[in-house]
């Protein structure tokens, strides 16, 4: 038994999280399902540390020093449960299961439960930053007991990416902590991607602008306090051209966008939790909604806004205008994730620390941005923070976008841009920022035609209206 860790599940990112590993002097063993996997492996990369190939799920085993700490890479839910099944019998006391897919975090509570009683330690962890990070240092975000974590963080860390030269690698609370948190990020990178697009449509049907001048507006913006892996990626994306046609690249690709499920978790938590992820929700309707061919073409004859886009010299300044905007929509996307990781620790009674949570994000992950670090500081200064916008810098800078912000969504709603992201952020500021809600009238309507009760602003208690009666008086429920 010589290897420190083994890897099993060998596609994509099992490779690459194996090579880093090795790459970082540890030792490796090695297994997948079909050995073939297992052996390309070594003849392509062997050179690169020290490897254990193995065959089967003894020898993988057998090949590991103790505790033995066992790293799966396959595909989340059944395929899972079954590795679990294979290997835990084969392990003792004191070892652990990492598992660095995108598993539901229910899952992992519902594993690590069952294989705690077992005396095995299992380690949900998220891992973000796809088969590139996974090569050259993701963003790792660990669950399990802090006692795995004393064995396994270092390991862990170093092959984390660096920002720093800190680790983009933190213990983020017990059980199925990690992979919580790993969906929320996926929910916040599916905000983000939607409001870039949408900052991309406006720039393209109100300004005018072809996609290789939006493709350098969003170098510009990279420069700022936009700065991010997917405003950098997205800049690259619409420079590109396509060979066969030469036509700009987004435009020979199907508008119908897919998903494999995370965001969707992240909003139907979300549900569960009370927690109100609105722009996350609407980026996941928006792909749902893409994909809907037969409605689409219900809705297509329909009247749409009236048409006409800016005159060059306007174009200039609307540009400025979509940068608050998206900033803006940005700050209370993020804002609102972790409002829900607050919502869930608070749940399920993990101690996670939300400023480690910025900070781990600035690096390896696919919402790496510049302004987690800003985040981050917010969490360290008052790790009580209510909201992101509680914090002055955060307020002033929103304070300053609210009127621009306000422009864009008018602008495009005229047009019959769709801005779905953008204006359920913009409605998520104004409902937490009202003095008044409309939620009293629903609470009267609730109580007339259920007799749902109500508690009023003036004295404690909760109250029914006796409607059909003559006078329609209140009586104390
Ligand atoms: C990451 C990504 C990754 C995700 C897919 C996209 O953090 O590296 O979030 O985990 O699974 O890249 O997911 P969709 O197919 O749902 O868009």
Redesign the pocket.
């Known amino acids: 038994a010589s290897a420190q860790i083994g890897v099993t599940g060998l596609a994509v990112m099992g490779r690459n999280l194996a090579r880093n590993f090795a790459r970082h002097g540890y030792t490796v063993a090695l297994h997948n399902r079909t050995a073939a996997r297992t052996r390309a492996l070594v003849e392509e990369f062997g050179d690169e540390g020290s490897f254990v190939p193995t065959e089967t799920a003894e020898d993988f085993v057998a090949a590991l020093e103790k505790p033995r700490r066992l790293m799966i890479m396959v595909k989340a839910g059944d395929a899972t449960d079954a590795v679990i099944d294979e290997f835990a019998p084969l392990l003792e006391s004191g070892d652990m299961i990492i598992d660095g897919g995108?598993a539901h975090f229910l899952d992992t509570r519902r594993r690590e439960k069952a294989l705690r009683e077992r005396g095995i330690h299992f380690v949900g962890s998220g891992?973000?930053?796809?088969e590139e990070?996974a090569l050259h240092g993701?963003a790792v975000m660990p669950g399990g007991s802090a006692e795995s974590y004393a064995v396994l963080g270092p390991m862990l860390e170093a092959i984390s990416a660096k920002v720093d030269g800190e680790p983009c690698c933190t213990h983020i609370g017990t059980d199925g902590a990690g992979h919580f948190v790993?969906m929320v990020?996926?929910g916040i990178?599916?905000a983000d991607m939607q409001l870039i697009a949408e900052a991309y449509d406006l720039l393209r049907h109100v300004a005018g602008y072809t996609p290789a001048q939006i493709a350098d507006v969003f170098r510009v913006w990279n420069k700022g306090r936009l700065n991010s892996y997917l405003i950098e990626i997205t800049a690259e994306i619409l420079a590109h051209t396509d060979a066969g046609t030469d036509k700009p690249f987004v435009d020979i690709v199907r508008d119908a966008a897919?998903?494999?499920?995370?965001?969707r978790w992240t909003v139907q938590t979300a549900l569960d939790l009370g927690s109100p992820v609105t722009a996350i929700a609407q980026a996941t309707f928006a792909r749902v909604a893409s994909s809907r061919t037969a409605l689409r073409e219900a809705y297509r004859p329909l009247a749409g806004g009236t048409e006409h886009p800016l005159r060059p010299h306007e174009a200039e300044r609307y540009v400025a205008t979509v940068e608050h905007a998206l900033y803006a929509s940005k700050v209370i996307a993020y804002d609102q994730g972790w409002t829900m990781i607050r919502d869930a620790a608070e749940e399920y009674g993990w101690d996670i620390d939300l400023g480690n949570v910025a900070a781990i994000w600035r690096g390896g992950?696919?919402i790496r941005a510049a302004f987690l670090d800003r985040i981050r500081a917010a969490y360290n200064t008052d790790a009580t923070l209510p909201s992101l916008l509680s914090e002055p810098e955060f307020a002033d800078e929103i304070t300053k976008a609210q009127v621009p912000w306000r422009e864009v969504i008018a602008a495009a709603t005229r047009r019959g841009i769709p801005v779905p992201a953008f204006s359920s952020a913009l409605a998520y500021y104004d409902t937490l920022r009202a003095e008044r809600l409309p939620a009293a009238l629903i609470q009267g309507q609730r109580d007339f035609f259920g007799a749902h009760t109500y508690r009023r602003t003036d004295r404690e208690g909760t109250f029914h209206t006796l409607w059909a009666e003559p006078g329609q008086p209140e009586v104390e429920a």
């Not at 891992?127 to 796809?130: A, D, H, I, K, Q």
């Not at 897919?258 to 965001?263: A, D, F, I, L, R």
């Open positions: 995108n891992v973000s930053g796809g990070g993701p790993k990020h996926n990178e599916y897919e998903q494999k499920g995370t965001g992950c696919i």
